[in-house]
């Protein structure tokens, strides 16, 4: 039993009961598999793989090591489905033909099945960060606002960002840069819409501050100065689609899961003053990484590029850095008590962690895609070892026709993919692919985020699955 669900009433508690909800909340026509790679603006549908939840054990928490395994994913994609039923969304255009749609998502039957099985995929998902983080020890408000302060001098100093670097060392800048954009077009597009469920009630002078930095957010009521309409600039600056979710596809598991995280911390009021430390640590790590961010730009788009929405965060977030120290956590403390202290630490800390493993996630996946000559180099050795009989894989075999998709997924081990006839168009990003003809295959790094699209009247291919491919050579 994951420990938090222990106060909710038997009957919820009832795995077979989660289990029964999950599976009818994905039976919804807006959740299946799609023969498409993008969604053409609407908001609505995105494909969460629904045939596979029956298979799925979400009873024992994530550990870290385990948060980015295709239950892992498929438990994000749910979550961030359940938490967007609570934001309006509207497509640009065809309201009329996409109206059915619009009805279905709000509708009460989805409202309560996803309400049911919410606090379970929380629990699943979030668990390990009380196992990754502990915070001890005497806090006072002073203590605090030295470690925080000191936090903010250490990134005005300058340090390191990787998934820049990762985007500057690839074979191929523009795809990894387009990449990383696709990923904060998750939460960008969408931007201040989790800490804004802060927003209402009553709780003196700091809900008046906060108020202050998402008017910010929101260009003051001015749309075009709103920091979505910016960032929607920048994404076709660059030949990117900039309606909410087109890139539903290729959101890595480590960008849903850091997105998620707000919209929990910030939706279970409970969780506010963790929220605290978490949105003072966004906002200050922001100020370099968005100057890093835009140099970024410059580099691989030319010096023209599209850089005002990070080069606008550079000079804003210096603001609501201090702001939030200033106007919301030091009179939160006043207020409130210093008892608040551990969960403003945990919220920074957290903060911190997730955006690490998103960073890291981002760098695998720019290498492994980068790689995938190499991994299709590695299948000939690995393939005569099964044939041989030196090693022996499950196997599953897969007939498709032409245009069949498989949507993206990764794979809790490496795979090793054969194809036995036809012509495979192996998918590790958007518009980047290997393409594999009959006898060829590749190997599939686990935990990579992947997909397929049939390019022959017929294709028969294998799914070995190998554990640790290094051991197979």
């Known amino acids: 039993m994951i420990p938090r669900l222990q106060s909710l009433p038997a009957e919820l508690r009832d795995p077979a009961f989660f289990k029964r909800c999950l599976i009818e909340y994905g039976e919804s026509a807006l959740f299946i598999d799609t023969e498409e790679w993008l969604s053409d603006d609407n908001p609505y549908r995105r494909t969460l793989r629904p045939h596979v939840f029956k298979y799925l054990d979400f009873s024992r928490p994530l550990r870290r090591d385990e948060l980015l395994t295709y239950t892992g994913l498929s438990a994000n994609r749910t979550l961030l489905t359940i938490y967007e039923s609570d934001f309006l969304l509207l497509p640009r255009k065809d309201f009329g033909a996409k109206r059915q749609d619009f009805e279905e ?113 929101y260009g003051y009521g001015v749309h075009k100065t709103k920091h979505s309409t910016v960032f929607e600039r920048l994404l076709e600056r660059c030949g990117l689609d900039s309606s909410p979710h087109t890139y539903w596809q290729f959101y890595l598991t480590s960008s849903l899961l850091l997105n998620n995280y707000y919209n929990w911390i910030c939706r279970d009021h409970s969780r506010f003053f963790r929220y605290l430390g978490a949105i003072y640590q966004a906002e200050t790590a922001f100020i370099a990484s968005c100057q890093q961010m835009a140099d970024m730009m410059r580099q691989v788009f030319g010096a023209d590029a599209e850089v005002q929405y990070f080069l606008e965060h550079v000079h804003i977030d210096q603001h609501h850095s201090r702001m939030v120290l200033d106007e919301l956590i030091m009179p939160a403390i006043e207020s409130f008590g210093e008892g608040i202290i551990l969960d403003i630490v945990r919220g920074f800390e957290e903060g911190k962690l997730l955006g690490d493993i998103a960073e890291q996630d981002f760098c695998q996946q720019v290498r492994w895609s980068d790689n995938g000559g190499k991994y299709k180099t590695l299948h000939p050795a690995i393939y005569a070892r099964i044939k041989e009989g030196s090693i022996h894989p499950k196997m599953q075999q897969f007939v498709e026709p032409r245009g069949e998709l498989s949507v993206t997924h990764v794979h809790d081990g490496d795979e090793l993919c054969h194809i036995q006839s036809g012509v495979m168009r192996f998918v590790t990003g958007h518009e980047r692919y290997t393409l594999l003809h009959a006898g060829e295959g590749t190997v599939i790094q686990r935990n990579r985020l992947h997909g397929a699209i049939i390019d022959s009247e017929e294709c028969v291919y294998n799914i070995y699955s190998i554990g640790d491919h290094q051991k197979c050579l």
Do not use: C
């Open 105 to 217: 998502f709000y509708s009460p039957r989805l409202k309560v099945l996803g309400e049911i099985v919410r606090p379970e995929l929380e629990s699943f998902l979030f668990h390990f960060l009380g196992e990754e983080i502990s915070v001890t020890g005497h806090w006072t408000a002073s203590s605090l606002k030295a470690y925080l302060e000191d936090y903010a001098r250490s990134i005005r100093q300058g340090s390191d960002n990787k998934a820049m670097a990762a985007i500057l060392g690839s074979a191929d800048p523009v795809h990894a840069a387009k990449t990383f954009l696709i990923q904060l077009a998750g939460d960008f597009l969408l931007e201040s819409s989790a800490m804004s469920r802060n927003i209402l009630g009553r709780y003196g002078a700091i809900q008046s501050a906060l108020f202050k930095v998402v008017i910010d957010e």
